[in-house]
């Protein structure tokens, strides 16, 4: 069996699949092209240009993709062809994104770093910024998939009430969470609100001016899912009126933003670029997810994480 991979073939996250499968022959991937001939069944990667992601892909007759990625919404429809399976790698990021949400929810609670100091205060111990709590406010959270469940499960030892929204009617794969059915039951109260689901047709601008008119006053929208769940004409606004008293967002759209953009300077907002998957293991997660279906796919089991091009993961 051969596999196609855009890691590399001497680099530790190779020598995974080949300590687990000495037989497999792994073939490393170029952008100027495949060798004339040259037949493979997966193929593992998915960044760079799609085009010549693809003419790999279609040259050596690939009918198993695994992408190294979660989001799938920068994947080409030519991709996904008939017979041909697309999977990816749901999960690998959760741990690393939840670890910086929580960061994110506390650092606004106790107003890091704006309480740090440069210089004597007024008055010693007595915060300026005036601090808030954690516990006993209100977590909402839109997307209840791997990195929705890994914040909650983060969030609710620090005493926090968690309520979450997701796409189907299946329980919480979290204790103690409380899921609602609407986006307007979801933001009732809350405190708190994390974005947390794929971009698709039905979550593009899902916080938009209706649901942002239904918010208590103060809110804290934290965004690591895509930039086009958010309406960001309506979040200026709310956050002007202070609706949204802050909005960290660590996906815009589009993506870069351009140089003058208001999110760059608005007071309100903290912006970072698209970095809270990353961890040194990151890479090395997503390997072992392909390691497991590789077992799957040679043994004939049903592949896990399998991409629906219709729901868009």
């Not at 279609?58 to 999977?87: F, I, M, N, S």
């Not at 960001?232 to 802050?246: E, I, S, T």
Request: hydrophobic fraction near 45%; proline fraction near 9%.
């Amino acid at each position: 069996m051969r596999v196609v991979t855009q890691l590399g073939v001497s680099s530790a996250e190779a020598a995974l699949v080949t300590e687990a499968f000495p037989d497999v022959e792994l073939i490393e991937w170029r952008p100027d092209g495949p060798p004339p001939g040259l037949r493979a069944e997966v193929f593992l990667g998915g960044h760079g240009r799609w085009d010549d992601v693809l003419r790999w892909i279609d040259a050596t007759g690939v009918h198993w993709v695994q992408l190294t990625g979660t989001g799938v919404d920068q994947v080409p429809a030519e991709l996904y062809r008939p017979g041909r399976v697309v999977t990816c790698a749901r999960g690998a990021s959760a741990v690393p994104i939840s670890e910086w949400v929580l960061a994110a929810l506390l650092s606004y609670a106790k107003r890091m770093p704006d309480v740090f100091l440069d210089a004597p205060p007024r008055h010693w111990n007595l915060p300026s910024p005036r601090l808030d709590g954690f516990a006993g406010t209100t977590l909402a959270i839109y997307g209840l998939g791997g990195i929705g469940s890994a914040v909650a499960a983060r969030a609710l030892p620090f005493g926090v009430r968690v309520r979450a929204m997701r796409r189907t009617d299946a329980p919480s794969p979290v204790p103690g969470v409380e899921l609602v059915r609407s986006i307007d039951e979801l933001v009732a109260g809350a405190h708190h609100l994390v974005l947390a689901a794929p971009a698709t047709p039905r979550t593009h601008h899902v916080v938009d001016e209706r649901v942002l008119a239904l918010v208590e006053p103060g809110l804290h929208l934290v965004n690591v899912a895509r930039g086009s769940l958010v309406d960001q004409d309506a979040l200026r606004r709310a956050l002007d009126d202070g609706r949204v008293a802050m909005a960290t967002l660590d996906t815009v759209d589009p993506e870069p933003l351009p140089a003058g953009h208001w999110l760059y300077d608005h007071p309100r907002v903290r912006l970072s670029a698209h970095v809270s998957w990353y961890t040194p293991a990151l890479l090395r997660a997503a390997v072992e997810i392909f390691v497991d279906n590789l077992r799957r796919y040679r043994a004939g089991e049903p592949l896990m994480h399998v991409v629906d091009p219709d729901e868009g993961y």
